[in-house]
């Protein structure tokens, strides 16, 4: 105990008298902030306390749904070493939602309650441990951008228990919480008729207007639509690998950050006289022709598919799956030289003999590959085929902290036992759909939560017996699912994606037909 009262000491003498004093830097006062050339946020921190201590409570007045997420795999845990917490927020200009309210009542292991004291806006956070306290206090509500993104200041203090401060600040939150409103299904019933969010005019000095949908007619209107920041860097890396005198170019990018709109530019500065799109399935082929015609412009006939029954070998623009245009008949019925420019999309794939067949066939004057996952398990050399020109490369941690990306969240789900035995793609059907592995989903799916009003996703299986039975738990639980795998056809395909975008379903479960991203 005294060991621990002197590293204090030291460390606070460090802090606010001589820096040149050594100290225990687990003690000592530190200055909290996001920067994310040095990895550093204030989100680690929290983890870091959470992870180590007895109890915590939060005086906060802001909280999103984002924030949450960022702390609920921690709390499940904390929850099942049965540690519990405090969180004490409030209703302070609306800003509060009521589904944020939702999800604090799944975070069982924390006591909620709402203070109604005129402009509380308090951000002070405590974590108990043994003998001593750590006190995070400053600018940062309990929000993903708070705790992760923007310049922040916070102040973590450490106190020996019989501190002052600590318990000044104890007896603060006290005084509060014994006044508050737990929190109730029948308090967040009653907030959800009386909310009233504010506007952006009242939360911001400026309102940034979205841009209106790409309208696709024109070239005039289409050469308007201009790259962003990321595709003007990858287009001047790919002109420079042309440049250089060589025909072939990858481009590693990661999912979401535009490669299908980043390919379309480099095709419109190329300008080339027919163009051939490769995908590996059929359901990219509409939409990649969609942003190609609002980059390129042009007429109708232009643009062709080759999939299925429809065969438009001579469009300027033509779109294809390998399945089609690997097929001995289709390669047979066109020249090598046909396309100046071949773009082969997921090429990750390409070490696949339908790929090796198509690639070996052309003789395209500029051939690019694009993916966001080039090293391979199955010993293909991605960077082999396109003679290791990388034209261009942004992973995904680097897309996110250039803001091109949504940011997301990624829970980690532990596998389900049944009497000792994990419950994997390995195990057979009837423990796969078991009562108890279905409840296990959906408790896991609730506690985690969505984003927006209602829940839509994917759930992908290991086979196909799976994917039909657990689909019919789920409806027999409420839920509107579907399950589709090889066996269904094209269209079926695309009209379950299309009740899924439009909430008529709430999820599809799939083998092998969607990609996992």
């Known amino acids: 105990m005294e060991e621990l009262i002197k590293d204090i000491e030291s460390s606070l003498r460090k802090g606010f008298i001589d820096r040149n004093v050594k100290s225990t830097n687990r003690y000592e006062p530190q200055l909290l902030i996001n920067n994310q050339k040095s990895k550093e946020s204030v989100l680690s921190t929290f983890h870091e306390e959470l992870e180590n201590c007895n109890t915590f409570i939060f005086s906060v007045a802001f909280i999103t749904e984002s924030g949450l997420a960022t702390l609920k795999s921690l709390l499940l845990d904390l929850k099942r070493k049965g540690i519990n917490g405090k969180i004490l927020?409030?209703?302070?200009?609306?800003?509060?939602?009521?589904k944020v309210f939702k999800e604090l009542l799944k975070v069982t292991n924390v006591e909620v309650r709402l203070t109604d004291v005129e402009g509380f806006h308090a951000?002070?956070?405590?974590?108990?441990?043994?003998?001593?306290?750590?006190?995070?206090?400053?600018?940062?509500?309990?929000?993903?951008?708070?705790?992760?993104?923007?310049?922040?200041?916070?102040?973590?203090?450490?106190?020996?228990?019989?501190?002052?401060?600590?318990?000044?600040?104890?007896?603060?939150?006290?005084?509060?919480?014994?006044?508050?409103?737990?929190?109730?299904?029948?308090?967040?019933?009653?907030?959800?008729?009386?909310?009233?969010?504010?506007?952006?005019?009242?939360?911001?000095?400026?309102?940034?207007?979205?841009?209106?949908?790409?309208?696709?007619?024109?070239?005039?209107?289409?050469?308007?639509?201009?790259?962003?920041?990321?595709?003007?860097?990858?287009?001047?890396?790919?002109?420079?690998?042309?440049?250089?005198?060589?025909?072939?170019?990858?481009?590693?990018?990661?999912?979401?950050?535009?490669?299908?709109?980043?390919?379309?530019?480099?095709?419109?500065?190329?300008?080339?006289?027919?163009?051939?799109?490769?995908?590996?399935?059929?359901?990219?082929?509409?939409?990649?022709?969609?942003?190609?015609?609002?980059?390129?412009?042009?007429?109708?006939?232009?643009?062709?598919?080759?999939?299925?029954?429809?065969?438009?070998?001579?469009?300027?623009?033509?779109?294809?799956?390998?399945?089609?245009?690997?097929?001995?008949?289709?390669?047979?019925?066109?020249?090598?030289?046909?396309?100046?420019?071949i773009l082969v999309d997921e090429v990750h794939k390409a070490g696949a003999k339908s790929y090796q067949k198509v690639i070996e066939y052309f003789e395209p004057e500029f051939l690019m590959g694009m993916t966001a996952t080039p090293e391979r398990t199955d010993d293909f050399n991605i960077y082999e085929l396109f003679d290791y020109n990388i034209a261009y490369e942004i992973r995904l941690q680097e897309a996110l902290e250039e803001d091109m990306l949504c940011p997301f969240h990624y829970f980690g789900v532990t596998d389900f036992e049944i009497n000792g035995e994990t419950i994997d793609e390995t195990t057979q059907l009837a423990k796969l759909v078991t009562n108890e592995r279905v409840d296990h989903i959906l408790d896991k799916v609730n506690y985690y939560g969505y984003s927006g009003k209602k829940v839509r996703g994917l759930m992908f299986c290991s086979r196909k017996d799976e994917a039909n039975k657990l689909s019919e738990s789920l409806n027999d639980r409420g839920l509107k699912t579907v399950a589709l795998t090889g066996d269904d056809s094209q269209e079926y395909r695309l009209d379950c994606v299309e009740k899924l975008e439009n909430e008529e379903l709430d999820y599809i479960l799939t083998v092998d037909i969607l990609m996992k991203v």
């Open 123 to 341: 951000k002070g956070y405590i974590f108990e441990h043994d003998s001593y306290h750590s006190l995070i206090i400053g600018s940062s509500n309990l929000t993903a951008q708070a705790l992760k993104v923007n310049h922040e200041w916070n102040v973590k203090l450490t106190s020996y228990d019989n501190g002052d401060l600590i318990n000044h600040f104890k007896n603060q939150f006290e005084e509060i919480w014994n006044c508050a409103q737990p929190l109730t299904s029948e308090w967040i019933e009653s907030y959800e008729k009386q909310y009233k969010p504010m506007s952006k005019e009242e939360y911001v000095d400026k309102v940034i207007e979205l841009p209106e949908a790409y309208q696709v007619n024109s070239i005039e209107k289409s050469m308007e639509i201009k790259p962003n920041k990321m595709q003007v860097a990858a287009l001047s890396e790919i002109q420079a690998v042309r440049d250089a005198g060589h025909d072939k170019g990858l481009v590693v990018s990661a999912t979401g950050t535009g490669k299908t709109f980043l390919s379309a530019f480099d095709v419109r500065k190329y300008a080339p006289k027919r163009m051939l799109f490769i995908v590996h399935r059929e359901q990219i082929l509409k939409k990649a022709k969609e942003d190609f015609r609002t980059i390129l412009g042009g007429k109708d006939e232009d643009y062709g598919f080759l999939s299925g029954s429809s065969k438009d070998l001579n469009a300027r623009y033509l779109f294809a799956t390998i399945q089609s245009i690997s097929k001995d008949e289709t390669l047979s019925s066109l020249d090598p030289s046909s396309f100046d420019y």
């Open 89 to 98: 927020t409030s209703t302070f200009l609306h800003f509060n939602q009521p």
